[in-house]
């Protein structure tokens, strides 16, 4: 078990919904990983990421995906990239990471509650 935390600890973290609009292969990254550009709405607008996702995934199956990320983590630097947001994701039996999304259509940028 983790430590606990408080509930203003966890609203401190905010996860919004998005759309994947593009993705693309990220040779240059150490890890097999691809390259998404997901909008989070007229707030936030496209952001960029960087998700280690090439186990159950590829880019051209992803556009138009909804996808759950942190939106408000500093930009890391990823070989050439910028990455403005953390995809979220399970590992599966395996490791291969599975995505987190809506169980149902809602608007890019929608704040998880």
Known sequence: MTDEIGIDDFM?????????VRAEPFPEARKPAIRLWIDFGAELGE??????????YAPDTLVGRQVMAVVNLPPRQIGPMRSEVLVLGVSDDAGGIVLIAPDKEVAPGQRMH
């Not at 401190?12 to 994947?20: E, F, L, P, Q, S």
């Not at 952001?47 to 159950?56: C, G, L, P, V």
């Open 12 to 20: 401190k973290v905010d996860i919004r919904a998005g759309r994947i």
């Open 47 to 56: 952001k960029a990421s960087s998700a280690q996702i090439t186990d159950h």
